[in-house]
């Protein structure tokens, strides 16, 4: 149980493209769902918290004109990376929580986003 | 703040040996901690969490972990490690008491040399 998919999960493109990565729980209904940034030194970076039917919270730092992020339903986060430039690839990764304190989140499998 | 630390970037162990991946804290209260484990290109898999009750945890794939609250420590161990337990590891944290942010470390790699 407590599965998470999140597509593509990889992404090659040109400067200025516009990307979507999709995480949806595939078999419970994720109240709050979140996205991270993980750099080549291992280390995560909570982007935003999303909430479905609200508005998502960002971290400190994180542009949200530059990464939209929508939770339209209990299953389904968007993140989407716009006009994306080189300096926006790393691996991106979506979590999803099942709510209430102390669960754990279910991650996806992560994109890797390149951008030439 | 909370914050986690992860002392070692790296742990290196044979094989059947015990291994031991530490994980110190800090937080307002008490705590709820998580153990995660990455393989690479991978999203994290979660292993085992402590909430309340008995200090030894025991997770997935013969994993488990101690809490100790005078330490403030939740260090991850298993008895014999296998090959295929080589991933990176990451220690998480968040405060009791309503939804709060889950705060991650910055992850150890284990490598179990066979």
């Known amino acids: 149980g407590a599965v998470v998919s999140q597509h593509p999960s990889r992404v090659i493109c040109k400067s200025g493209t516009s990307v979507k990565i999709e995480c949806r729980s595939l078999d419970f209904q994720a109240t709050t769902m979140f996205w991270y940034r993980q750099f080549p030194k291992k280390s995560l970076m909570l982007m935003a918290t999303?909430?479905?039917?609200?508005?998502?919270?960002?971290e400190q730092g994180v542009e949200k004109d530059k990464f939209l992020i929508n939770h339209a339903s209990l299953t389904l986060s968007t993140l989407t990376v716009t006009s994306a430039h080189p300096e926006d690839s790393s691996f991106y990764i979506c979590?999803?929580?099942?709510?209430?304190?102390?669960?754990?989140?279910?991650f996806g499998d992560g994109t890797r986003l390149s951008i030439l | 703040a909370q914050s986690v630390a992860q002392p070692e970037d790296q742990v290196n162990v044979a094989e059947g040996n015990p291994l031991t991946v530490k994980c110190t804290y800090s937080?307002?209260?008490?705590?709820?901690l998580f153990w995660y484990v990455q393989y690479p290109n991978r999203g994290l898999q979660f292993l085992l969490k402590?909430?309340?009750?008995?200090?030894l945890v025991k997770g997935s794939y013969g994993f488990e972990a101690e809490f100790n609250k005078s330490q403030t420590s939740f260090h991850l161990k298993k008895p014999s490690a296998l090959v295929s337990d080589s991933a990176l590891y990451f220690c998480?944290?968040?405060?009791?008491?309503?939804?709060?942010?889950?705060?991650f470390g910055t992850g150890t790699k284990l490598q179990v040399i066979p």
């Open positions: 937080v307002s209260g008490n705590p709820y």
């Open positions: 979590s999803a929580s099942e709510g209430g304190a102390g669960q754990p989140q279910h």
């Open positions: 999303s909430n479905e039917g609200s508005k998502a919270t960002y």
């Open positions: 402590y909430i309340t009750g008995d200090n």
């Open positions: 998480a944290v968040s405060p009791t008491g309503g939804y709060q942010k889950v705060t």
